[in-house]
């Protein structure tokens, strides 16, 4: 069974209601139709249910809620939340009205923090800033959280890498140039997230451009404090480092750089030393090798929403709903 079809079990085991905000893209809105024949996840689409229908021809949405912001009577409450939350930023009734009705990833996720809604997946059509910034002031981050970071999930077809082919790539989406303390978060957090969607054990690499000290410069001591601050963390955690990409993932270049690693050419979460190589590293490997690239999946949030590329596919969109459905379930 592939990856992806695990993870739409677990969604159906226990089915939880994820909100799609961008209804004014049929990608969204095709995705809803194949999720609610599946069976994932109850779904929300947010706005005029009239628009919606106009550009879902030939797609069947009938078991989708519709929730269209200028009446559902459930607006005011979320305008008063906002207000609460966001007074002392500056928030007043007119703009808390003016923000949610007319951004509908806002709205989506005050559905979310009022618990008519179990996550989110929007940025289809929006950038991860949109995304992201109303669920950091609104749903703000989990307890014990030291920060919030991005993943991919890479689903690399017919390769002996990693765990069949199943790796988490980190951070690929969020946090451009991350201190080594912020690395060694990333990589506990990652290892969690690699987890909870696998159910297999993490074995961590934190990559850079020299193994084992094999080259120098701050950016590969700045990977070096960060695998030793993240064992000095994550004790149990299989974690190493720093290690060359084909040193993590191929076992007889590993043994042959790092014979002393537990790591080394069997790494499945691969933490890259910011977001430039993260961010190009996701992408060669979706387009070269074929790969299924899931997210970027949010860690850290206080409750499951998920960005999306905005060079997604329907079935992108699908499958990211599956895994938020997923997270839903844990938390």
Known sequence: MEFIDTIKEKAREDKKTIVLPETEDRRTLEAADQILKEDLANIILIGSKDEIEKGSTGLDLSKAEFVDPETYEKTQSYIDKVVELRSKKGMTPEKAKETILNDYTYYGVMMVKMGDADGLVSGAC????????????????KPGTKLVSAFFLMDVPDCEYGEDGLFVFSDCGL??????????????????SFRLLTGKDPKVAMLSYSTM?????????????????AKESYPDLTLDGELQLDAAIVPEVGKSKAPKS???????????????AGN??????QRL???EAY????????APVNDLSRGCSAQDIVGVVAITAVQAQNQ
């Not at 929006?126 to 981050?141: G, M, V, W």
């Open 175 to 192: 946090n451009q140039n991350p201190n080594s303390e912020e690395l060694a978060a990333i990589a506990g957090a990652s290892a969690d």
């Open 295 to 302: 997210g970027p999946l949010t860690q850290g949030i206080a």
């Open 213 to 229: 000290g094999s080259a120098k410069h701050a950016d590969v001591d700045k990977v070096a404090e960060a695998t030793k601050r």
């Open 262 to 276: 537990k790591v080394a050419g069997n790494a499945n979460v691969l933490i890259f030393p910011n977001l430039d």
């Open 126 to 141: 929006h950038s991860t800033a949109n995304t992201l910034r109303p669920c950091l002031q609104i749903l703000k981050t």
């Open 289 to 291: 090798g074929n790969a």
């Open 280 to 285: 190009i590293g996701y992408k060669l490997v």
